[in-house]
């Protein structure tokens, strides 16, 4: 089972005491900031749930599974998501 984004609206809006479209809207922001952040370069650090950075990624010699063909992948940037204690707590119990 998972959470899409109009069920953990209802969720955060639920525990929160908040209305629905107030947990949308902050929703919304959260992912406004966590985008321009790394697109900035900067992590984003909520203690103990996660950690959100970008990565460099060097260029690299790949293969076209289709054709076995050697093709040149350039640099580029990926993401990191780290679990914080939080997280890894409550999988693990």
């Known amino acids: 089972m998972s959470l899409n984004k109009s069920e953990l609206a209802s969720a955060i809006a639920a525990k929160a005491g908040l209305t629905k479209a107030q947990a949308e809207e902050a929703l919304k922001a959260f992912q406004d900031v966590l985008v321009e952040s790394l697109a900035k370069g ?29 093709i040149q992948i350039p640099a580029g940037y990926g993401v990191k998501v780290s679990a914080g204690s939080l997280l890894k707590k409550a999988v693990t119990s």
């Open 42 to 70: 900067e992590a984003v650090k909520v203690t103990g749930l996660l950690s959100v950075e970008r990565v460099e990624r060097a260029a690299r010699t790949g293969r076209n599974p289709r054709t076995g063909e050697e």
